[in-house]
């Protein structure tokens, strides 16, 4: 079974502030996506990263697949009390499923 | 278009007893999965049905857990008998046919606690 390691579980930063959440994995995934959760709510896609040493970016959110394509990460500019919450790493493992890492719980005070 | 739908959103349930969850997927969609979070676990895949066949079961526990999709709309996962270590929050994901995970849509799952 792949395993997805991200780091760290928990952030808690100042509004204004940047960040940076790793996701890493000694497999290789054919593609990687991220998601945010909210509380009672289910995981929703935020990018998908299909190429290694790809960089999509979603307004202050940048994430980056590996160039080996066995991690990725997630950079946010100027961090909003908007952006709090759960932010979830998955490996796209076969056609069909995912691979999820524990996620980072991410809190910006304002 | 509605979303993914699941319910109950939550669950009580003493050790023993029998609870169904269901899902509906968006309309249209063939592809349907089930993960669960177990406490201080990472979200964990436990089958996938493409319309009312079951493709991968793999990630399925154990005997006890029993899921179905009968004419290929909505789903149901059974927990007979259910178990302590059971307890933990269910989502039910669809997609399109082609998609897989990059038209992945999740419900917002059903809490179960079992007491």
């Known amino acids: 079974t792949q395993l997805l390691e991200q780091s760290p579980q928990f952030l808690s930063i100042q509004e204004g502030e940047n960040l940076t959440v790793y996701c890493n994995s000694s497999s290789v995934f054919s593609s990687l996506q991220w998601y945010r959760q909210e509380p009672g709510e289910g995981p929703v896609l935020l990018v998908t990263v299909v190429t290694g040493g790809e960089v999509k970016k979603l307004k202050r959110l940048t994430f980056q697949f590996g160039d080996a394509r066995k991690d990725s990460s997630l950079h946010i500019t100027a961090a909003q009390p908007g952006d709090t919450g759960l932010y979830l790493c998955a490996g796209v493992q076969g056609a069909q499923k995912l691979v999820f890492g524990q996620g980072t719980r991410l809190t910006i005070n304002p | 278009e509605a979303g993914v739908t699941q319910f109950p959103s939550h669950s009580v349930i003493e050790k023993g007893q029998t609870v169904t969850l269901r899902c509906d997927p968006i309309s249209g969609h063939d592809n349907l999965y089930w993960y669960r979070r177990v406490m201080g676990k990472e979200i964990k895949f436990l089958l996938h049905?493409?319309?009312?066949?079951?493709?991968?079961e793999s990630g399925m526990p154990n005997n006890r857990f029993l899921a179905e999709r009968t004419g290929g709309t909505y789903s149901t996962l059974k927990v007979q008998p259910a178990e302590l270590e059971d307890s933990g929050v269910y989502f039910c994901a669809s997609s399109q046919a082609g998609t897989g995970p990059l038209g992945y849509t999740f419900g917002s799952g059903t809490r179960l606690t079992v007491v």
């Open positions: 049905f493409v319309k009312e066949s079951k493709q991968d």
